[in-house]
């Protein structure tokens, strides 16, 4: 990890004794891999059942996977380079695409997929376009891959971690309420939303079609149905949005509670201006929640400087904090 004195401070304001304990556990993935189970196509028990996956004790529509991780992979003579996420995604069962190459020495077809740092994340054989450039056939740990599979194409399961998981539970959506969910792509939250009850009036906003498009295509996939728009959340007043009951904000952030991580590099100009840009959507959220509405503000990152001290504010009142720390949680870092 390459983070400066500024990011370090940050981290350690909240880890304290515990901060090598953290950067160490965020190197690797969660211990539990986590599907949320669409409940209103399936049942997660049988669900489980047929997957071999374990029922959460927490959630009702959870399940997962024990994650195991072998301590190292062979280093072939033959190997394909690959970018930081890329080589993130291949520790867990992911192919490696053409975007995440960054160079190819082989001359054998079955080769190893090397990271940053040189770490052996995966191996298997090269193939030519169209498809992967390597189809990963052992990863360093073994996380199922599901998306080609019938209950993802079916739209029965939705790939999402605890976490995340938590976020509409905390919203608590009820029937007829005008829900807004300020930066809705992938879907995942908006979609949970929509689960627990398909009643609500739910609105998903993001900046791009390109992001939109992406909420479309997790709401066709799960057959729930919300109204999108395209628009920057920052400035959303200018919508004519007015009135609303619960508002959901998960901004940019700087990532840092997001595993596994091989390699990072933040500073704290970086932090500084993520939190400036956060505080600009607490600010539109004040201007169309209607009094007595409720912000429900979530991060993928750890430091205070993006999360409590975002919404301190004297026009909102706290009711509720939940932090996940992956050194005692056994989950990403998140707030």
């Not at 993130?88 to 082989?106: D, K």
């Not at 009951?245 to 700087?254: F, Q, R």
Request: hydrophobic share 35%.
């Amino acid at each position: 990890m390459e983070y400066d004195q500024f990011v370090m401070d940050e981290l350690r304001r909240v880890y304290g004794s515990q901060l090598e304990d953290f950067l160490r556990e965020i190197k690797t993935p969660p211990p539990r891999f986590y599907l949320r189970v669409n409940t209103r196509l399936s049942d997660p028990e049988k669900l489980a059942r047929e997957l071999g996956a374990e029922l959460d004790d927490e959630l009702e529509e959870a399940i997962y996977f024990q994650v195991k991780c072998s301590g190292s992979l062979p280093l072939r003579r033959d190997i394909v380079i690959v970018d930081g996420p890329t080589a993130e995604s291949v520790m867990q069962g992911a192919h490696v695409y053409s975007a995440g190459v960054i160079e190819v020495r082989a001359k054998s077809r079955y080769v190893s997929v090397v990271g940053p740092g040189g770490v052996v994340v995966g191996e298997g054989e090269l193939r030519g376009p169209p498809g992967p450039v390597v189809e990963v056939k052992k990863s360093l740990c073994d996380v199922p891959s599901l998306r080609e599979t019938r209950w993802f194409s079916d739209g029965l399961i939705y790939v999402q971690g605890k976490p995340s998981q938590f976020v509409a539970h905390v919203l608590d959506p009820r029937p007829g309420e005008l829900i807004v969910d300020a930066t809705a792509a992938p879907g995942g939250k908006l979609t949970h939303i929509l689960q627990l009850e398909p009643h609500a009036r739910v609105i998903g906003i993001d900046r791009t079609q390109s992001k939109l498009n992406k909420v479309m295509e997790a709401l066709a996939r799960l057959r729930l149905e919300a109204t999108l728009l395209r628009y920057d959340s920052r400035y959303l007043w200018e919508t004519g949005l007015r009135g609303v009951d619960k508002l959901l904000v998960d901004p940019p952030c700087s990532a840092l509670g997001l595993r596994p991580k091989l390699y990072d590099k933040k500073d704290g100009v970086q932090l500084l201006r993520l939190h400036n840009y956060q505080r600009q959507f607490i600010e539109a959220a004040y201007r169309v929640l209607r009094p007595g509405g409720e912000l429900v503000y979530s991060t993928c990152t750890v430091t205070m400087l993006e999360n409590e001290e975002v919404i301190d504010d004297p026009r909102f009142e706290i009711e509720y904090l939940l932090r996940f720390h992956p050194q005692t949680h056994g989950t990403g870092g998140s707030s």
